[in-house]
């Protein structure tokens, strides 16, 4: 799907990163709902059509408001796309976000999933056809509340298997992988270059989403 030409989405730059700076909740969750928030509903008009021709059905977008928190502002903040209307931690599913580090472009399922062990299972059955389709730089993750993570070409098959195997012996296990792009990387500020990136990454994730499936 080619992408509108029209309504072009801006990218991000130092500012949006800068929001996870500032001290206090009340402050930075004013500054994240007025800078961030509104290109994650922007993201979310543009890459919904395309991660539905991807998927072959339909996605929703549900853009995080991290309305639980009474003391501690959050350290990022993303967009996720899933398949179910109502919510998106339940289920596989893709997330653009930011850490005051890097922008992240990744599939997810995290603990509340209760299919992970399913897909521990059918992925651990495809290691050899994961470890060919997914590139050396993409980043692997146990906990998707810490912004860094492992890469791909770095693990060795026992490492990506524990991983993965980790997912049915751990309740609160859960599991991320994608692609990290540095603040200040001139793809960034480059909006159409960004959508594409975003759709690349998605296609090149969709295998672990599909065996996520129930």
Sequence with gaps: MSIATNDI???FDARDFAVFEIQGLEARMEAL???VRPKFH?????VTPILEQLC???????????ARRTVNPPN????????NKRGYKAHPHFQV??????????FAIIYECPHKGQFAERA???LASIRKAIPSHYVWSKDHMVPEGQAH???SDKELAELLARLRTVKAAELTCGIHIRRGDPLLADGEAFLRRVEDTFRTLLPLYRMALA
């Design 9 to 11: 989405f801006a990218g």
């Design 33 to 35: 709902i007025e800078r």
């Design 42 to 46: 922007q993201l979310g008009e543009k």
């Design 56 to 66: 072959g059905e339909e996605m929703f977008t549900h853009v995080a408001k991290h």
């Design 76 to 83: 990022d903040s993303w967009v996720a796309f899933a398949h």
């Design 97 to 106: 976000g930011l850490w005051s580090t890097h922008v992240f472009i990744q």
């Design 124 to 126: 651990l059955g495809e």
């Design 153 to 155: 070409g770095e693990l």
